[in-house]
Antibody, heavy 117, light 110 residues
Framework: EVQLVESGGGLVQPGGSLRLSCAAS????????MSWVRQAPGKGLEWVSV???????DYADSVKGRFTISRDNSKNTLYLQMNSLRAEDTAVYYCARVAPSKYFDLWGRGTLVTVSS | QSALTQPASVSGSLGQSITISCTGTSSDVGSYNLVSWYQQHPGKAPKLMIY???KRPSGVSNRFSGSKSGNTASLTISGLQAEDEADYYC??????????FGTGTKVTVL
């Protein structure tokens, strides 16, 4: 079955770090563009980051310099390392596969990150 | 990059048609035929409904259709059904950014 399963969310203090994982099955992560999209409680969707099949990356201005997207080809898993977390980073984080025509065709169920003291 | 502008809410009666607009700029919606639409029920992950402005993925009802004119894209739901009640988000490729979502629209079925 083709699916994405996120993990790693939880409660973290402001200034802390967290690493999210997204395990893929049914397709190869490294052959696709993969993204993280987040949704703050009661708010809309916000694109966070993308890793291209060639390995290059892009970030939203709101997380640039604090978040790092990466992948482990041997584990077919996508990651998001989040440092210097702020209250405004509180959200459900979704991983998503990006189709060649720049749309998100497969989504995980999401993992909740709460930044609070 | 600012979010694309959508109406906060749209409502319609069972069986009616509604249209949700998604207004961007010449740097995103106006420059690329790469607008997609997502449906999200409460507590669930988004689901792709439309891609490349007007194409429907396999399994999505033909009651959903998309279009674009200039900097504004639109999603039309015809023959409104109870299960269509959800939040809807547009998204456009934006080149350098590279993806920008809309502000979201809550659809209510009366």
């Amino acid at each position: 079955e083709v699916q994405l399963v996120e993990s790693g969310g939880g409660l973290v203090q402001p200034g802390g770090s967290l690493r999210l994982s997204c395990a893929a099955s049914g397709f190869t992560v490294s052959s696709n563009y993969m993204s993280w999209v987040r949704q703050a409680p009661g708010k809309g969707l916000e694109w966070v980051s993308v890793i291209y099949s060639g390995g290059s990356t892009d970030y939203a201005d709101s997380v640039k310099g604090r978040f790092t997207i990466s992948r482990d080809n041997s584990k077919n898993t996508l990651y998001l390392q989040m440092n210097s977390l702020r209250a405004e980073d509180t959200a459900v984080y979704y991983c998503a596969r990006v189709a060649p025509s720049k749309y998100f065709d497969l989504w995980g169920r999401g993992t909740l990150v709460t930044v609070s003291s | 990059q600012s979010a694309l502008t959508q109406p906060a809410s749209v409502s319609g009666s069972l069986g009616q048609s509604i249209t949700i607009s998604c207004t961007g700029t010449s740097s995103d919606v106006g420059s690329y035929n790469l607008v997609s639409w997502y449906q999200q029920h409460p507590g669930k992950a988004p689901k792709l409904m439309i891609y490349e402005v007007s194409k429907r993925p396999s399994g999505v009802s033909n009651r959903f259709s998309g279009s674009k004119s200039g900097n504004t894209a639109s999603l039309t739901i015809s023959g409104l059904q109870a299960e269509d009640e959800a939040d809807y988000y547009c998204c456009s490729y934006a080149g350098i950014t590279p993806y920008v979502f809309g502000t979201g629209t809550k659809v209510t079925v009366l």
